[in-house]
């Protein structure tokens, strides 16, 4: 499961896997698996007492490190807003909260 963003300024697509994100400790990152659903398009599930939790609220803006599906095509990191952090179980993830992604729209992307 992928998903497709299209870049505007170089009209390339890509298809991202998983992403990742450095912690308030230096050398330390916490890596996710990109999800979606049918009201989200891109969002992450994170587990109840993670230390990731500890480093980012909603409305933060932070800088993620986005792998492609396609591996011969190296991350990208994007700046990325943080929507909402909600604990929600009606996705499967009983101890899990669901993380909102908003991918900057000032870099130009767009969710297809």
Known sequence: MGFIFENHNEGELREYYSAEFKLNHPKILYQFRIRKSISEP?????????????????????SIRYHCLDKS?????????????????????KDHYVIGL???PEKGLIVA
Do not use: C, M, Q
Request: proline share 2%; net charge negative; glycine share 6%.
């Open 42 to 62: 891109i969002f992450a599930v994170i587990k109840e007492g993670s230390e990731a939790l500890d480093n980012i609220k909603e409305g933060d803006i932070i």
């Open 73 to 93: 095509i190296p991350a990208e990191s994007k700046d990325t807003r943080i929507k909402y952090i909600t604990k929600d179980s009606t996705i499967g993830f």
């Open 102 to 104: 908003d991918i900057h």
